[in-house]
């Protein structure tokens, strides 16, 4: 992966934009996948692999079933998502209950509060990749 120049400030911005169109794809998803939703969330929960969180998302993506907006979000999550999942978090707790949180809104079929949910979820991240830019930049100076 070639990572361009990023100012810390844009990062917020990109990651709100990730998080409105997965928010789209997401209310695609069939209630009835809330259930298995939910138990991938708990998993996450007590998960050592950060990978974990990235399987969280292909089984959300694979629910919308449709091959093109996978390959789409797939493009998204390995940039700066991936990265941040990866090699930044320290834990998986805030994005488990944030997960279920979803998996519950999807099984409840309260389509219009997946937005908010995506974008706590992805600001979140965002927050931890901003963090890092500026204790890199400070070891910088």
């Known amino acids: 992966m070639q990572v ?17 169109m997965a928010a ?3 209310s695609l998803i069939p209630s009835e996948v809330g259930d298995a939703l939910l138990i991938r969330a708990q998993a996450l929960a007590v998960a050592e692999d950060k990978s974990c969180e990235l399987e969280c998302h292909a089984m959300l ?7 093109y907006l996978e390959k789409v979000y797939q493009q998204f999550l390995d940039g700066y ?20 949180e979803l998996a519950d ?7 219009d509060e997946i937005g908010q949910v995506m974008q706590r979820y992805f600001l979140s991240l965002a ?13 910088e100076a």
């Open 24 to 26: 789209e794809m997401f």
């Open 81 to 100: 998502v991936s990265y941040v999942i990866l090699h930044l978090k320290k834990d998986n707790q805030e994005s488990a209950q944030l997960f279920a």
């Open 127 to 139: 927050e931890i990749m901003r963090q890092h830019m500026k204790d890199w930049e400070s070891a």
């Open 105 to 111: 809104v999807i099984r409840q079929g309260r389509r």
């Open 61 to 67: 993506i694979s629910y919308v079933n449709n091959r």
């Open 4 to 20: 361009a120049h990023l100012e810390a400030d844009r990062v917020s911005h990109i990651f709100r934009v990730i998080a409105a």
